[in-house]
């Protein structure tokens, strides 16, 4: 098959030098470790389905692949070299972007940062940002339906896309781009492909909404008492205006995280708070109301009635980044702190403040020596739950032994308040057995029919998302 491609794609097309393929058969995390013969790299949507249908006629894996930015292993290749990479990365291309209709039509390996920078070329911007922008790329934001920090006002990306294209494991093209409001012609391709991690297709394209650029923006940092008190606050922000773009909220022990281990970073706040919160208001129209007069206005009376500790808006761009800097480091940080059990979970809005407090007590209780803490997306329930090792353990060891044990804990509490193992990142291989053992047998078996149906030989991502049922061998 290595042969045939190259053929057709010409030697750029296939790589098989092992040094150049080492970096993308590692996740992100470090955690999960593949193997392959080749990295084959097409151009074209075209090339993409003639490389399909090759899979299929000699039965061979393929393995889509971005930027290989994924957190729970959902883009690394098995360890026995079964599959081959297929990176979507040369498919970079912005094919339109249309401000009148609101759309960019872009290819699967555009990288994040780039797409921001072509919209706003056109005075348009695609409101979803994440800290690894600078590697994800369009068609894994879409496989793992990626959230971000400005799920809050837009959505996740499963509210962001307005059509996709993808090439189905039987080499055929699903032309799925127009952006049609309505569409009854049965189930929707569309959405089905978002989230499915490339185990249903490959996404070759997609058609994202955009919105206008900021004219301004303004950057908070509030520190508070707990978690309730900083859901009490987004409350109030959300009963007086549509203009909250971003509500992170942040321990105290991830801010020390950062301080220590990110170079150049300051405290915004002079004074030690339990915890902190980072919001972000924007404007797109020049007559509105500045986003910092807005900002000053609504936090003015939760300073003044003890709602909020203490509370600084940042006085430039630069500041602004800089605060913002901090949130999108706290995982650098941690993961420079040693081994940890990273949750990246959702659980009911109402219900997060408690969780957040009575699960990080709970998993020291459970787990002496073992330091828990959260902090994400307030407003649409998502938290990160990072339960650290003790110190001087052997990170090999405690991953195998512990960390397990700690990740089933979790997930447990996560379910008993009717939340989600996965709120953003999927579930790639890193979650894979807590999918089947949490999941209800009927939506397991809604899985892997889909799967089954699409996919009958799996053949795309083995060993992602979800496993197809072994039929036993006939007597």
């Known amino acids: 098959m290595i042969d045939q491609t190259r053929a057709m794609l010409g030697d750029k097309g296939v790589i098989t030098d092992a040094q150049e393929i080492a970096p993308w058969t590692t996740d992100w995390r470090g955690r999960f470790h593949g193997a392959t013969p080749a990295i084959l790299a097409p151009d074209s949507t075209e090339q993409v389905a003639a490389i399909v249908r090759l899979a299929g006629e000699h039965k061979v894996a393929l393995v889509p692949q971005g930027g290989n930015s994924s957190m729970v292993g959902g883009a690394t290749p098995p360890a026995d070299g079964s599959a081959l990479i297929l990176s979507l990365r040369r498919m970079n291309r912005v094919r339109r972007i249309a401000p009148e209709e609101g759309l960019a039509v872009v290819e699967a390996g555009m990288i994040l940062a780039h797409l921001h920078d072509a919209a706003l070329e056109r005075g348009m911007r695609f409101p979803l940002t994440l800290g690894g922008k600078g590697s994800a790329t369009v068609g894994g934001l879409v496989s793992t339906n990626a959230g971000g ?34 569409d009854n012609r049965g189930y929707d391709l569309t959405q089905l492909l978002v989230g499915a991690e490339g185990t249903l297709g490959v996404v070759t394209a997609a058609a994202l909404r955009i919105v206008p650029a900021i004219v301004q923006r303004a950057v908070a940092w509030v520190g508070l008492a707990d978690p309730a008190a900083a859901l009490t606050l987004l409350r109030r922000l959300e009963a007086a205006t549509d203009r909250i773009e971003g509500f992170e909220i942040i321990p105290a022990d991830s801010l020390h995280a950062v301080l220590a281990h990110i170079p150049a970073s300051r405290a915004p706040l002079a004074e030690e708070h339990p915890w902190h919160v980072l ?103 998502n938290v990160h739950f990072h339960v650290r090792a003790p110190a001087g353990v052997d990170p090999a060891r405690w991953y195998a032994e512990e960390a397990p044990g700690i990740t089933r804990f979790v997930d447990d509490l996560v379910v008993a308040l009717g939340g989600s193992i996965s709120a953003e990142h999927g579930i790639g291989q890193m979650k894979l057995a807590e999918l089947e053992r949490l999941s209800s047998p009927a939506r397991l078996a809604a899985l892997r029919g889909v799967k089954a149906g699409l996919d009958p030989q799996g ?5 992602k998302l979800v496993t197809l049922a072994q039929t036993p061998p006939s007597p």
């Open 279 to 381: 919001i972000e208001a924007t404007i797109d129209q020049h007559d509105a109301e500045p986003p910092a007069q807005l900002l000053e206005r609504l936090l003015a009376p939760a300073l003044a009635d003890g709602a909020v500790r203490d509370a600084v808006i940042a006085a430039s761009e630069a500041q602004a980044e800089a605060f913002w800097r901090i949130r999108e480091s706290i995982s650098e940080s941690e993961r420079a702190m040693g081994p940890a059990a990273q949750h990246d979970v959702s659980v009911p809005i109402a219900a997060m403040p408690r969780f957040m407090v009575e699960a990080a007590a709970a998993c020291e209780a459970r787990f002496p020596g073992t330091h828990a803490s959260g902090f994400g997306h307030l407003g649409d329930g």
């Open 459 to 463: 053949l795309f991502n083995p060993g």
């Open 149 to 182: 920090t400005q799920v809050l006002r837009f959505g996740t990306m499963r509210a962001l896309v307005a059509g996709i294209e993808a090439v189905l494991p039987d080499g055929q093209i699903h032309d799925g781009l127009a952006p049609l409001k309505k």
